[in-house]
């Protein structure tokens, strides 16, 4: 019996773009930056839409602010990463090797220098009460 096969497949957009800073150290840290920053500044974009929609309603006050906090959360996140991504890629010049353990220790070292700022200045951080 003849049998028929579909085959494809369904890739998510891509943002691909490299700046050359001279050192890879400084090029993968500006490139985490850029990228994560976007993601952040995107996910206030989709929330400030959605709650404008919902109330019916925009203003040019809503439009400041939304734009405000789309600047503040996308530094942040960017910033947040890039420093992740420094030490990730830290971590790998100075043990030699490249596997998971550069990732749980960049990842905790920094966790541990944003989470002393991040209670004792009273930042909000995103999805915390």
Do not use: H
Request: aromatic content about 10%; charged content about 25%; proline content about 3%.
């Amino acid at each position: 019996m003849p049998r028929s096969v579909l085959v494809g497949s369904f890739t998510s957009p891509k943002m691909e773009f490299a700046i050359d800073m001279g050192n890879p150290f400084f090029n993968r840290t500006v490139d985490g930056f850029l990228k994560i920053g976007a993601v952040g500044a995107s996910k206030v974009l989709a929330e400030e839409t959605y709650d404008c929609l919902r109330k019916g309603s925009i203003s040019k006050g809503k439009f400041e602010d939304a734009l405000k906090k789309m600047c503040k959360e996308g530094a942040y996140w960017g910033t947040v990463a890039g420093v992740y991504v420094g030490m990730e890629y830290g971590m790998e010049r100075i043990r030699g090797t490249r596997d998971w353990k550069n990732a749980m220790l960049g990842g905790a070292l920094t966790g541990r220098s944003y989470q002393p700022r991040a209670t004792t200045a009273g930042t909000r951080l995103s999805g915390t009460q």
